[in-house]
């Protein structure tokens, strides 16, 4: 649908938290009238609806992803299932009741419980900055291919991750795993297969937010499968029904120590993928 430019300024200064959201409704609503043009009056119309009824729009959680159905063009492992799964679990978690008990007044889309995901580290999403961020990783691998040692996987890791020493006679790509991100950028521009495609899973942060005091969340060392990535979500809404009083965002209650604890007790209980633990500080 087309928006004429000053519409598409207005819906820029829309809180980004609610932007799609909106738009998706202002979009909705004309093509309803059978408005083929989004103009300004459009816009001022369906966000004045859309702030007076938010509390019937609240339903507890908000999970996100960065491009859709569309997909990321810089994919490093696909989250689409995974979002379905856990939309039904959180779904299911009904946390729409317990706000309801704990908040005095009306419910805000800021009480609701976030979870962004990320199919690449680039993560457009924002996972930094959500209850709880999962990232999609690719983990890469030495295959018994000899190397050409064309450095073509030197150039393409942003990271510094790939040593390689030219002008041995026979020498493989070294990973510093503490570095990696696991892109897999390594992976598509090696020509000969030398390095492939070990392990795909997801990173987790857990703990951030914004406004007022923001704070960034703290990453979970290692990836995890989708299995244990759906646990560890699990895990953490159990914590926030318990210490979450009077509409406290998780990244409020989730301190240092209960990090801490947190991640010891996933680390009993979770498996991670092959036994990845990077080291990856966790602060």
């Known amino acids: 649908m087309k928006w004429t430019a000053e519409a598409e300024d207005a819906i820029k200064k829309i809180p980004f938290f609610v932007r799609k959201r909106v738009r998706t409704r202002v979009e909705k609503e004309a093509e309803g009238e059978g408005k083929p043009l989004i103009t300004i009056a459009e816009v001022n119309a369906t966000q004045a609806r859309f702030l007076s009824r938010m509390e019937t729009d609240i339903k507890g959680y908000q999970i996100e992803t960065c491009f859709g159905a569309g997909g990321c063009p810089n994919r490093a492992n696909a989250c689409d299932e995974l979002m379905q799964k856990l939309e039904t679990l959180l779904s299911e978690e009904n946390l729409l009741d317990f706000l309801k008990k704990e908040v005095k007044g009306p419910l805000k889309y800021h009480h609701e419980f976030r979870i962004t995901l990320a199919d690449c580290p680039n993560a457009c999403s924002q996972p930094q900055i959500k209850d709880i961020g999962i990232i999609g990783a690719c983990v890469p691998e030495t295959t018994q291919i000899p190397c050409s040692q064309c450095e073509a996987c030197v150039d ?22 503490d570095r990696c991100l696991y892109c897999g950028k390594c992976i598509e521009v090696c020509p000969t297969g030398t390095l492939g495609a070990g392990s795909r899973g997801y990173r987790v942060l857990l703990g951030g937010k914004l406004g007022r005091h923001p704070k960034l969340a703290s990453e979970l060392p290692g990836v995890f499968s989708e299995d244990a990535v759906l646990s560890v979500v699990k895990d953490c809404l159990s914590f926030y029904r318990q210490h979450s009083k009077g509409g406290e965002r998780f990244a409020e209650i989730f301190t240092e120590q209960a990090f801490e604890e947190t991640s010891a007790r996933i680390d009993r209980n979770y498996r991670l993928i092959e036994g990845i633990d990077d080291g990856r500080k966790k602060g």
């Open 156 to 177: 393409a890791c942003r990271e510094k991750a790939i040593s390689l020493e030219t002008g041995m006679p026979v020498i493989q790509p070294e990973i510093q795993i």
